[in-house]
Structure formats: C-alpha cells, structure tokens
C-alpha cells in the first residue's frame, strides 16, 4: 500500500520538476524537491506514539535556541496533523529515515527513535535555511537517508585543558546538529585526572589540580553527578559517550595521587606510566573501573594504550617488574606492556564491556572479537593494516586530516603540523581518497571515523571552536555521506546556513574563504 502511496507521490512531482539540493549537512543519501510553493507551518500539531512525545519536545526546544518563533505544539489526530511520526519496519537501517513533505504535511518514518531523531534534525537545518524564524518554511519534496558509517565520533581531551559542562553540552548540541553520535570522552592523562572515583577520592583533589599549562590550577573535574548529566544530555541526542581512563603511559596525574601504583617515567615525562609489575596496580585499575563501568551505560570502555615507550625506562630497574618478567619469561618492555594491557583487557570483558585503544593495541594479543583498535598514526600505514588482517574491528582517526589540534590553514602558526601537513577542509572532505585502499578492502572492518580533538594548545573556549567550526561539520560530511568525493565548493554553499548559526551563537569559527577576516585565535604556551 505504501509503495503505490510512494509511487503516486513520485509521479505527482514529476511535471514540476526537481530542485535536487537542500544545505543539509551531511548531505543525505537522496534529495527529491519540488520547485514551487513550500509549506509554511505556524505551528505544529503532531501525531505519534506517547513514547515518542520526547522527540517533539526535544525538536521544539532546539528550534527555539535557534531563535524560532513558535507556539507550543498540540497533539492531533492523524488527519488534522502536520508533523506524523511513523515507525515502520519497512525502513531497515537503525538509524535510516525518510521525509516526505507535502503541501500539508510532512511524513516523518523511520525504523527506531534515532531514525526518527535524524529526520527531525534534517528539518531542523530545513528550517534554518528557509526565510524567517517566525513557523517553519520547508521546501516540498522527499528525503531518503542513512548513515555511511555506524561510529561518527569526536573525541574531546579535557585533562590538558578542562572546559566543563556548559561547553560539552554545547558540543553535544553540535554534534547531534550535523548527526554524530559517538562522544569519546579523554578524562585521564598527565596533566589532571577529570573523574570522580568515590573509592579514591585523592585522584580528583589531588590529580584534578593544574593543566598543561598552569601545574597550580586549582581542580577541576566532574563528579559522577555531573557526568550522569552529561550522559543523560547526550543520550537525548543519540550520543554515545564512551569514557576513556589512559593506562598504563600517560598516568602522571593518578600517580601524583596515588604514587605507591606509579611505575616511573623518563626526565621527559616523570610519574608516566602504573607499575606492570605490583598485583595492587590491577585490583586498583579494575575498582577505577568497576565504577566507570556502573557509571557509563555505554559497552565500551577506552583504556589507551598509548606512547608506553615515552616513559617506561624505569620498569627496566624495577625490582617488581624483573620479577614479572622472570616468572613469565617476558624479555623485553613491550612484552610487559602487552601483558598489562591483555590483563586490563580482561576486567574490562569481566566487567561485559569491551576495550577501545590506540593502534599500540594491535600487536599486544588480545582476541579480535574483545577490542577496537583506534588507527591514529597516519605515518604507520602498516598498524592498520595489521589490525585489519587480524580481523579487528577498527576505527580511523589518522592524525591527518582528524586531528583538530593540527591547524587548518598554513597561515596559522597555533597548533601542529606533521611535516608541511595539517588538516584543512578539503583534506576531511578527501577521507575517501586518501584512504581508499583500507576503505575498500576492509569495508565490513572499518566501523566508522571520529576526529580526536587534543587540547595541549587549545587554552580556551574560542580557541576549542576556532579548531573545531567548520571541520566538525567537514567531518559529518565524509562519516555520514555517502558522496566518496564531496566537491569543496558545493560543501562551502551548504555550509552558510551553519555559518549563520555559528554566528548568532557566537561561536567563533574559521571561515575558510575569508581565513584574512577571522583572524587566528591562538593558543598560549608554556
Ligand atoms: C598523540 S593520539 C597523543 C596525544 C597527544 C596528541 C597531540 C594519541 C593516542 N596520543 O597524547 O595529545 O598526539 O596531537
């Protein structure tokens, strides 16, 4: 019945001809609009399922922080309303919709509540292309959609440099904006542990204080009250948040907390790494994550992994860990690591979640099925290769182009190069390209793409935006979109509907075609 109301529909359109483009970003899987009259709601009155009024009332709130002007919707039944949910399971895709608008109404369908959820944000940036903010001007026509890839994450580091609440939930808002959906959240390095664990209270009193640049910052952290609010905000939005707790390098700061578990670093990087070879390191990483575990519903917990070699020296003079080494004949460093990282591998599967970690991970022996690797060393094709062959489910955040803390446009003096490389737009725009081998022979590995933003020179929250607007939305592009090679200037004209927003909301962005009027917002150093 549906495929001839859809049929019929179809042919209705024809004589008008279409108007292909919307500014919707990420561009949808297909757009068929109508030239001609579009409908113009004053208000909407809906029909859907009871347990499906959130979404209405979630849509209306954002249309108001965007500064529409409109009257509290009114529930109506199916014929007199103007916004009609439909979940069908004709619609495959768990986070796949479709958008029929008519001259009268607009049919929303998808398969769950984040189909139905990414529709309505696709009217939201409908709206906000259309004329005026008082109702809503929609073009006519219909959109098919869904995701490219099933992880389209951005990862925020908030132990350099701490943001807080306010501009998370703003983030939240702008990744659900452009449908991202997993936020992986770095609570845990050198320069201040940002979680609250109630059983070891010193990690955030004592490894809370001081950040990259200033060792005396007073502390800064979020309590568990806090993160529930966070994860409630983003479940909300169909995020994910993923929490990681980087072991065993990159420790210092629980280590100043807790030093009877420090295993010594290097002059560089005092106190980086947990002693591999004392059983109390365990029990105390496993209780961390016991409670990690309790508090984030999501089924993955990031452990790290990371630069180990940075600051494990002193594991070679280490009476414990010799001892280790001997009784389980490890002969080199790496093999210590390896088994520190197979045993935290272990209480994060007994705790029923499984392990993310750095592309260090993939040689450490741990079961395909019981980790996800995150590819990020671009210069090391060969790392994921390997965990491709091996058969881990892998996820690519090559430093370029997905490292917001490189900068975006060789005039810009803040932030990290890689050689003469750096990750402007364009290059986010050319993921496919510049990784199409792994891509193509891997497509059934490669869970998704997510964007890392490290915050050693991103001091403040204009820098933190400068960094992340417009590439966050470059990065939905090529996550979501299916397009394998969106063309630079068609994305720019999609694009101005979202500077427009940026600037009613005073985010202060790179305009990339006018890089001489946004002058670069630079970050302090040390
Ligand atoms: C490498 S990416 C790191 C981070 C730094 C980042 C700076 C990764 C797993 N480790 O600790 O913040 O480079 O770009």
Redo the contacts with the bound molecule.
């Keep these: 019945m549906r495929s001839i109301f859809t049929l019929l529909f179809v042919l209705c359109l024809l004589p008008s001809g279409f108007a292909q483009t919307t500014s919707i970003v990420p561009a949808p899987e297909s757009v068929k609009l109508i030239n001609g009259k579009s409908l113009k709601l004053k208000q909407i009155k809906y029909f859907c399922q009871p347990d499906q009024e959130y979404l209405i009332r979630n849509f209306i709130s954002e249309l108001h922080n965007f500064g529409f002007n409109l009257p509290e919707p009114k529930k109506s039944n199916v014929n007199k309303a103007n916004l009609i949910f439909r979940k069908t399971d004709h619609i495959t895709g768990n986070e796949e919709y479709s958008l029929i608008i008519t001259q009268k109404e607009i049919t929303l369908e998808a398969l769950t509540d984040a189909g139905l959820f990414y529709g309505l944000q696709s009217l939201v940036q409908l709206a906000v292309d259309g004329t005026g903010r008082s109702g809503l001007h929609l073009p006519r026509g219909t959109i098919q959609d869904k995701p490219r890839f099933g992880w389209r994450g951005l990862m925020l580091?908030e132990s350099?440099h701490f943001f807080g609440k306010e501009k998370v939930k703003q983030l939240l808002d702008w990744m659900a904006y452009y449908k991202l959906n997993r936020f992986h959240w770095h609570l845990t390095?050198t320069p201040g542990w940002r979680l609250e664990i109630l059983k070891y209270p010193k990690l955030t009193t004592i490894g809370g204080k001081g950040n990259f640049l200033d060792a005396n910052a007073p502390a800064a952290f979020y309590t568990q009250k806090d993160i529930k609010e966070i994860i409630q905000y983003a479940t909300e939005r169909f995020i994910e948040v993923v929490p990681e707790i980087d072991m065993p390098g990159?420790a210092a700061a629980a280590n100043r907390a807790y030093p009877e578990y420090s295993g010594g670093g290097s002059e560089k990087y005092p106190d980086f790494t947990f002693n591999p070879g004392k059983e109390e390191t365990y029990r105390f990483l496993t209780d961390i994550l016991k409670e990690v575990a309790q508090l984030f519903p999501s089924k993955y917990i990031h452990l790290?992994g990371?630069?180990v070699h940075f600051g494990n020296q002193q594991w070679n003079t280490n009476p414990e860990v010799m001892t280790l080494m001997q009784k389980l004949q490890l002969t080199n460093l790496q093999d210590v690591e390896f088994y520190f990282i197979r045993r935290m591998a272990d209480s994060v599967n007994k705790l029923h979640k499984t392990m993310i970690g750095?592309d260090e991970i993939v040689t450490a022996g741990i079961p395909a099925n019981k980790c996800i690797p995150?590819w990020?060393r671009q210069d090391k094709p060969e790392q994921l290769n390997l965990a491709l062959e091996r058969g881990y489910h892998t996820i690519l955040c090559p430093?370029i182009p997905l490292?917001f803390?490189?900068v975006q446009s060789n005039t810009h003096h803040s932030g990290?190069y890689w050689g003469k490389e750096y990750a402007p737009l364009e290059k986010i725009l050319g993921f496919q390209q510049l990784y199409n081998a792994p891509l193509t022979k891997y497509p059934n590995l490669i869970d998704g793409i997510q964007t890392?933003i490290?915050?050693?020179t991103i001091d403040t929250n204009e820098r933190l935006d400068f960094m992340t607007f417009p590439r966050i939305a470059a990065l939905a592009e090529v996550a979501w979109g299916k397009n394998p090679a969106p063309d630079y200037s068609e994305f720019i004209r999609r694009l101005q509907p979202s500077f427009r927003l940026y600037r009613e909301k005073r985010i202060t962005y790179f305009d990339p075609e006018h890089p001489d009027l946004t002058p670069e917002v630079v970050g302090r150093t040390k």
């Design positions: 580091d350099r390095d990159h790290g990371d630069e750095w995150m990020w430093r490292y803390d490189f990290r890392n490290w915050t050693e």
